[in-house]
């Protein structure tokens, strides 16, 4: 209808729960502060288990191993019917931003962004950071400038470009960072490069980058404001796995492990006018994503498949407080 709601689905890589200061954690995040304070604040989030697995889950509601991404460099299989191309067969534009992770990006390719239902899309295999080779639309471009301001920027673009159209918009924007080497930097902060260094972690890289994507969760949100449309965009925000050092964990281990460390993240979701803040206690996980933005566009589909995620509407309402256990 001409009332759907837009949305907004953004995956940061490596940010362990208890990274923001409004999770607990020691990086400067003002952006999620500000998200926390207005939105949803999920204290029990998890992901599948890391980088493509998550990736694979949110795209399609089900398990990575159902899907064959059980870890990276594993390409989500083609006829899995993902929230691109539902929400695309159900009258969205739909854009891809940043790291891909779990197909190609060869023009013509059934696993690509393209291929996987995205109308447009500047994306990466893989990781990348600054100066980066890319692929839009399936022609390669070598953009100049940090990796994490290119996705933005391409999203923003996306966003200003079909906000006024009739139709509504879904754009997924998956930063490459933070990423060993962790070169980028923030901006507009006096002698960002040593930003850190003070602390105590060899990881002061790591915690440059996470606030280098605070400022740029900051230019997205502020842009939906400036296009008048923040009331009608479900903004949401989540990791694609644990961090990377005991300071930042919010648990036992740190990514890639199946304990808390390594599973829970932060996660966020606003969407003015329909929900306030407050914080959400019932365990949810990424494959809950497909359903749930399905349910709160109001876009019915009957999928071909099992779905392990389910929808989650009813507990972000508060109407419910327990789940069916998660898993495969």
């Given at each position: 209808?001409?009332?759907?709601?837009?949305?907004?689905?953004?995956?940061?890589?490596?940010?362990?729960?208890?990274?923001?200061?409004?999770?607990?954690?020691?990086?400067?995040?003002?952006?999620?502060?500000?998200?926390?304070?207005?939105?949803?604040?999920?204290?029990?989030?998890?992901?599948?288990?890391?980088?493509?697995?998550?990736?694979?889950?949110?795209?399609?509601?089900?398990?990575?191993?159902?899907?064959?991404?059980?870890n990276h460099g594993h390409y989500l299989r083609s006829h899995e019917v993902t929230i691109a191309e539902v929400l695309r067969d159900n009258g969205y534009v739909t854009g891809h931003f940043g790291k891909w992770h779990i197909g190609s990006v060869q023009p013509g390719s059934p696993t690509s962004p393209g291929g996987q239902g995205f109308d447009e899309w500047l994306s990466g295999l893989n990781f990348f950071d600054k100066d980066p080779y890319l692929s839009h639309n399936g022609s390669y471009v070598h953009r100049m400038g940090q990796g994490t301001t290119i996705a933005t920027d391409a999203t923003i673009e996306f966003l200003t470009k079909h906000h006024k159209g009739s139709n509504p918009m879904l754009a997924v924007t998956w930063f490459p960072a933070p990423h060993d080497p962790f070169s980028e930097l923030p901006e507009g902060i006096e002698d960002a490069a040593t930003l850190y260094d003070d602390q105590d972690t060899k990881k002061a890289g790591y915690f440059r980058e996470i606030t280098l994507l605070d400022q740029q969760v900051g230019k997205l949100r502020a842009t939906i404001r400036n296009l008048g449309i923040a009331e009608n965009t479900i903004f949401l925000y989540c990791s694609d796995n644990g961090g990377l050092v005991n300071a930042t964990a919010g648990g036992r281990a740190l990514k890639g492990s199946i304990?808390?460390?390594?599973?829970?993240?932060?996660?966020?979701?606003?969407?003015?006018?329909?929900?306030?803040?407050?914080?959400?206690?019932?365990?949810?996980?990424?494959?809950?994503?497909?359903?749930?933005?399905?349910?709160?566009?109001?876009?019915?589909?009957?999928?071909?498949?099992?779905?392990?995620?389910?929808?989650?509407?009813?507990?972000?309402?508060?109407?419910?407080?327990?789940?069916?256990?998660?898993?495969?």
């Open positions: 209808s001409e009332d759907a709601p837009n949305v907004l689905v953004i995956v940061w890589d490596d940010v362990g729960f208890a990274s923001f200061e409004s999770f607990g954690g020691p990086i400067q995040t003002p952006t999620m502060k500000r998200l926390a304070d207005s939105g949803l604040r999920y204290t029990q989030f998890h992901t599948t288990s890391m980088c493509s697995p998550t990736r694979a889950a949110v795209m399609t509601g089900r398990h990575a191993f159902r899907v064959n991404v059980p304990y808390e460390g390594g599973l829970r993240v932060p996660a966020i979701l606003e969407w003015p006018g329909t929900f306030k803040s407050g914080n959400v206690a019932t365990p949810v996980y990424s494959s809950d994503l497909f359903p749930t933005m399905l349910a709160l566009a109001e876009v019915e589909f009957n999928p071909p498949h099992p779905l392990d995620g389910i929808d989650i509407s009813n507990i972000i309402f508060g109407n419910q407080s327990r789940r069916p256990p998660m898993g495969f």
